[in-house]
Structures are given as structure tokens and as C-alpha cells.
């Protein structure tokens, strides 16, 4: 804690602060802003008052840069260090964002079961994203498989170690295709207006509005294979190799595309591995990029017709491999230690058992994935 005659100065000093915005001798706009930042946050947070501390304006973002050259630097440290003595600061300049690249990798590689390919790809794209600020172009991925493999999974992973609120931070975005646009007669209508359902109005304003708000923003399309080729071109500019567009840099977007697209194509790969006695973990990119690029390009939807796909937009065609049996058993494992139980293998064979197993000869893989477990579960539970 700060003593009280320390305690004092910084008070006096956040009211000069203000009073001295108005004055000619300093940095108007930057001194007033985080004036108002500070005592923003002693209303919010010591003096309890009506307010919404995570507010996304200026007046409620961490202040950061040289605010003031020239300033005694004694008042400026003061003000930071007792600043950051209640939890504030943070080395990314906006506390919304974390990056935390060794969680990232951690979560892929316990909590992510038979996907050996996403994990990599997933863990390289992001890595290498972040540590590159002058990326020429937003990073764009592209995930395929059959429904629960994982796609939504680890498209949640990336929100939670890249945001402090995860996929409910208000740098993230997710976007259902039969959800939000449900209506292709519509399709000229959400090009502008993100239709009834979506609540902040035009589509491309919503994602322009997100990137000026957010330093680096995260936008999750799920179900794609479902966009009518309009809306996806109608944000394509977003993704391309702009310096900016109508005066905004997207170039700090992630932009992930979930569908089941090429799902078959996945499972055969890793049907013919199997009949060959190879190992899965031995199916590289090599083998399965070229075939889902080629699969997108046909397939019926927003994908084929876009120019997302003619221009070459999407940096990673990232495979979700179908589950064995094994990793049913991992799953469900998890599932019941999110409850706090510990079940023994006779349990956790038995959930395996009750999933439903493709082809019919085999029966290798699970045609549910591990998207039924934690349902699949209570039926076991004593």
C-alpha cells in the first residue's frame, strides 16, 4: 500500500492533471484522457460508483506511450507504480488481450485428443501472427471436419488465452451462419445489416467497429459452408493485403472459418492409413491441405463462389481428423473431471461403448465425435 502523505500526492496530482488539460503547455488530448482514465477508475472501483468499469471508450482504456513529455518524471512514476499496485497494468497495453501463447500450447496438447495436425497448425499460425506486428494482411484459417471433432473447441481455446473474457471478451465475435443469416433472399440486406437476430446493426460496420475498438480482434464463422457467397466477398476486403480500408487496418484481425467441408475426404485419408497399418499421427498437411482446398472450391455454399477462395485468402486449411475409440475415452475423461469425479476405465469404456462407430465394417470412428459426451455421461453417473 501507498503511504498516506504518497496517497495525497497522487490525488493532487490527478487533479492537476485535469485542470492542466485545458492549458497550453502540455498534450491536451492524451493528459485528458488519462486524467479521466484514473479518476474513472477510483469512481468505478474505490468509490463504488454506478458505472461500467470495462467500458469500451477511451476514457476506460489503459493509457499508454509517452502521455507527457517533459512531465517530472518522479509524478509520473508515482501515478504508474501505484497504478499497477492495484492490477491494472498490463505488458500489452489493453488488459482485454493476453496472448499467452504457452497456454495456448498447453490447452492444445491436453485438452485437444486425436488432432494432432491442428494442434501444430493451430499453435504455429497463432505464434507466429503475434509475434509479428507487421503482418502484410490479417491472419485467415480454415477448419474442416466432421461435427465434433474439435472445431469449436479450439476455436475456444484461441479466445481464452488471447482475451482475458475469452469467446465473451468484447474483442471477439462469433457469427452462426444459420443463426445470424439465416435467409439467402436476405443476402443483399445482411451485406449492410447483420439481420434481426444480430444486435449491433450493419455487418461490416459491426467488424469495422470491433477492429477501431480492439487492437487485435478474433471473428469466429461457424457452420460457413452455409454463407451465401455474398456476405462472405462482402467482407473480403477485410481479409485481403490492405493497408487499410476506408482509413481502418484490419491487419491485427484473426479470422477463423469453421465448417464440415471436407470431412470425407479427412476420414478416407484416415481410412487408408489405418488399412495400411500406419499410424495416424503419421498424416502430414502434405496429405490433406491440397484435398481440402480442392473440396472447398467445389463444395455448395458461401466457400466455392467467394472470392475468398479465387483470391487466395486463406493462409491455413487446418484438418480435424475423425476420433477413435481411444480418444472417446479421453473425452470422457475430461468430461467427468470438469465435474470433479474420477471415474475408473470400466466406466469410461462404457461410455466409449454406447457411441455409434463408422464405417460399419470397422467401426473405427466416432460418427458423433466427443461433441455428445458430456450429455453421454449422465446416464453412467451413480
Same mark, same amino acid.
Given at each position: ?296 472450391? !467445389?463444395?455448395?455454399?458461401?466457400? /466455392? #463462389? ?7 485468402? =486463406?493462409? %491455413? $486449411?487446418? +484438418? ?40 460399419? !465394417?470397422?467401426?473405427?470412428?466416432? /460418427? #458423433? ?7 453421454? =455421461?449422465? %446416464? $453412467?453417473? +451413480?
Amino acid at each position: 500500500m501507498f503511504p498516506a502523505a504518497q496517497m495525497f500526492s497522487i490525488v493532487i496530482l490527478l487533479s492537476f492533471l485535469a485542470v492542466s488539460a485545458n492549458a497550453d503547455f502540455f498534450q491536451f488530448d492524451s493528459i485528458s484522457n488519462v486524467s479521466t482514465y484514473y479518476f474513472n477508475y477510483i469512481y468505478c472501483n474505490i468509490w463504488e460508483g454506478d458505472c461500467q468499469p470495462h467500458q469500451d471508450d477511451a476514457t476506460q482504456q489503459v493509457p499508454t506511450g509517452d502521455i507527457w513529455p517533459g512531465f517530472p518524471q518522479y509524478y509520473t512514476g508515482m501515478l504508474t507504480a501505484w497504478y499497477c499496485s492495484l492490477g491494472q497494468c498490463c505488458d500489452s497495453g489493453d488488459c482485454r488481450i493476453t496472448n499467452n501463447i504457452t497456454g495456448l500450447e498447453r490447452d492444445l496438447q491436453m485438452k485437444l485428443h486425436g488432432q494432432h495436425l491442428a494442434q501444430s497448425v493451430v499453435l504455429k499460425a497463432i505464434q507466429g501472427f503475434i509475434k509479428n506486428p507487421e503482418s502484410n494482411k490479417p491472419l485467415t484459417l480454415s477448419f474442416h471436419g466432421w461435427s465434433g471433432t474439435g472445431k469449436n473447441f479450439v476455436a475456444r481455446i484461441v479466445a481464452d488465452n488471447l482475451y482475458r473474457d475469452g469467446i465473451k471478451s468484447e474483442c471477439v465475435r462469433l457469427f452462426i451462419a444459420p443463426f445470424h443469416f439465416a435467409h439467402e433472399r436476405l443476402v443483399d440486406v445482411y451485406k449492410y445489416l447483420c439481420g434481426f437476430v444480430c444486435d449491433q446493426g450493419q455487418l461490416r460496420e459491426a467488424i469495422r467497429d470491433m477492429v477501431l475498438r480492439c487492437p487485435q480482434t478474433l471473428f469466429i464463422f461457424d457452420e460457413a459452408e452455409k454463407l451465401h457467397p455474398g456476405l462472405i466477398d462482402a467482407i473480403k476486403p477485410y481479409m485481403d493485403h490492405y493497408d487499410n480500408v476506408d482509413g481502418v487496418s484490419y491487419r491485427r484481425a484473426i479470422f477463423l472459418f469453421l465448417s464440415n467441408i471436407g470431412g470425407g475426404a479427412i476420414n478416407e485419408v484416415a481410412l487408408d492409413f489405418w488399412h495400411s497399418g500406419q499410424n495416424r499421427e503419421d498424416i502430414g498437411m502434405e496429405d490433406l491441405e491440397h484435398l481440402l482446398r480442392a473440396e472447398a472450391m !467445389e463444395a455448395e455454399g458461401g466457400f /466455392a #463462389q467467394s472470392e475468398l477462395m479465387s483470391g487466395h485468402l =486463406i493462409d %491455413f $486449411f487446418v +484438418p480435424f481428423l475423425p476420433l477413435e475409440y481411444r480418444h472417446v475415452k479421453l473425452c470422457a475423461r475430461d468430461a467427468y473431471a470438469a465435474r470433479g469425479l474420477q471415474p475408473d476405465e470400466g466406466t469410461l469404456d462404457e461410455v466409449a461403448k454406447a457411441m455409434l462407430y463408422v464405417p460399419k !465394417e470397422e467401426k473405427l470412428f466416432s /460418427a #458423433q465425435g466427443c461433441k455428445s459426451i458430456p450429455q453421454r =455421461i449422465n %446416464f $453412467f453417473l +451413480p
